[in-house]
């Protein structure tokens, strides 16, 4: 609470340079933006649908409903994994608190869980179990992408001591 009480102040005095020199608070306020780009994409951007609610339970049917019977149709849900995997990668890579991995295995299945039942409860979309598990992959990908980043940029010796 002090941060952000500290952040209001820089904010009110005018000085934007210290706001933004401080990283960590520019990684959160990001992640924070991309968490309300994600709710808002999924939820809040779309209209009720006229179809009854749909709950997929079933995992990987889009996939083996292509292989099985390679349609353009059944290809198009299939691709719909790659891409929930790729909408959920930056928020693994903006995830701020990035020393436990436990900790955007949990946010991000509890954000997911979040985004399937509500689009359950208010007939925004199919409720899908694979995309829990594709969102939370996805954020995992994110995750383990900017931590090897990080790694290597800490044992890099020609690293400039301003950059850190």
Known sequence: MSSLGSTLSICVMGNWRALLRDKSVVKK?????YTIFIVWYTLLKREPRGAER???????????????????????????????????????????????WKRVFVTALVLSVFIELSQFIFNLGWCEVDDVISNTLGAMIGWGVIRQISRKVEMDPH???WEE
């Open 29 to 33: 306020y990001l992640f924070v933006a």
């Open 54 to 100: 749909v709950f997929k339970p079933e995992l990987f049917w889009a996939i083996r409903a292509w292989v099985v019977n390679p349609t353009v149709v059944n290809k198009v849900e299939a691709v719909q994994y790659l891409l929930n995997i790729l909408f959920f990668i930056p928020y693994g890579l903006l995830f701020p608190w990035k020393d436990n």
């Open 159 to 161: 690293r400039r001591a």
